[in-house]
């Protein structure tokens, strides 16, 4: 009866720590998560804008020689 009762009693206890475990590991998740979104939403807000190149001229033919 007694072994019984130490199991009941240490299921409880790790049931309770387990979900709390979870928890606690959800929270620290969705923090993490908050954070790295911030970071990035701070990254485009101070992201310069870039003027466009300047459209390359086209190269019609290359002349090549040979070097002896």
Same mark, same amino acid.
């Given at each position: !009866?007694?072994?019984? !009762? ?5 299921? !409880? ?10 928890? @606690?590991?959800?929270? #620290? @998740?969705?923090? %993490? =998560? #908050? /954070? /790295?979104?911030? #970071? !990035? @939403?701070? &990254? &485009?807000?101070? =992201? *310069?804008? /870039?003027?466009?190149? *300047? +459209?390359?001229? +086209? #190269? %019609?033919?290359?002349?090549?020689? %040979?070097?002896?």
């Amino acid at each position: !009866m007694n072994e019984t !009762m130490n199991k009941k009693q240490m299921e !409880m206890g790790l049931a309770t720590t387990a979900k709390a475990n979870c928890r @606690r590991r959800s929270q #620290q @998740r969705k923090k %993490r =998560a #908050q /954070w /790295w979104f911030q #970071q !990035m @939403r701070s &990254v &485009v807000n101070n =992201a *310069i804008d /870039w003027k466009p190149a *300047i +459209e390359p001229t +086209e #190269q %019609r033919h290359l002349a090549l020689s %040979r070097s002896e």
